[in-house]
């Protein structure tokens, strides 16, 4: 029994671990290519922030959208990063942001030149990128260490059911 309940958090661990990896993979991969994407003039369609409560804690999230012309062709997109995952956790960095991005202000947009519907304000990086890469390394680990001992346990439990027999 003890073998069945470590195999099943091992594989939802696992499977947390993977979702994660090919998320927050996918976001910065993204991100890391925003670096050299080519670069237009846009304006900002709307500048805002919202809060959310989660039990004691409030957390902030900036709302921008800004629109585009690339090739003749007219694009909106919203965000200002690839990468965000952690809400901004205080409401003066949040205003601040907001403000950097007023509506109807001009802004430098960075795109895919291959898919110009990609585009961020902010092609780099910043601490909260590398503390959400810190978890997901360690929720890896985590992942690695169940599966391990869950394989190393189910392979022990036959031969020691035998061993007991015999015994």
Do not use: H
């Amino acid at each position: 029994m003890r073998t069945l309940i470590l195999l099943v958090m091992a594989g939802a661990f696992g499977w947390l671990a993977v979702m994660m990896d090919v998320g927050m993979g996918s976001a910065y991969f993204t991100q890391l290519r925003a670096l050299g994407f080519a670069s237009v003039e846009g304006v900002v369609t709307r500048s805002g922030m919202s809060e959310e409560v989660i039990g004691q804690d409030t957390f902030f999230k900036v709302d921008i959208g800004y629109r585009y012309d690339v090739d003749g062709r007219a694009y909106e997109a919203s965000g200002f990063r690839a990468a965000t995952f952690v809400p901004v956790l205080d409401r003066a960095q949040a205003e601040q942001l907001a403000r950097a991005w007023l509506e109807g202000a001009p802004v430098t947009v960075r795109y895919d030149s291959r898919r110009p519907e990609t585009a961020v304000l902010q092609p780099s990086f910043n601490g909260m990128d590398l503390l959400s890469l810190m978890f997901v390394l360690l929720l890896n680990m985590a992942a690695l260490l169940l599966n391990g001992c869950a394989i190393t346990t189910s392979a022990k439990a036959p031969s020691m059911q035998r061993s007991s027999r015999n015994g």
